[in-house]
Structures are given as structure tokens and as C-alpha cells.
């Protein structure tokens, strides 16, 4: 579900902190 009130840019950076959020998960899965 999106928040009506969020402002397209702020899905965006939420967006990209899930990606970030993701990949450092999978990081320390692989590596750690």
C-alpha cells in the first residue's frame, strides 16, 4: 500500500533505501 500523502519523490527514496536495506542483507548472507 502507498501513503496518499507521500510525495513521489519520497517513494522514491523510501524505495531506494529498501533496495539498499536489501542488498546489504544479501551482502552479509553471501560474504559473512
Known sequence: ???PFLSFK???L???IIKD???IKYAMLLYG
Open 1 to 3: 500500500m502507498i501513503d
Open 10 to 12: 519520497e517513494i522514491q
Open 14 to 16: 523510501i524505495n531506494d
Open 21 to 23: 536495506i536489501t542488498a
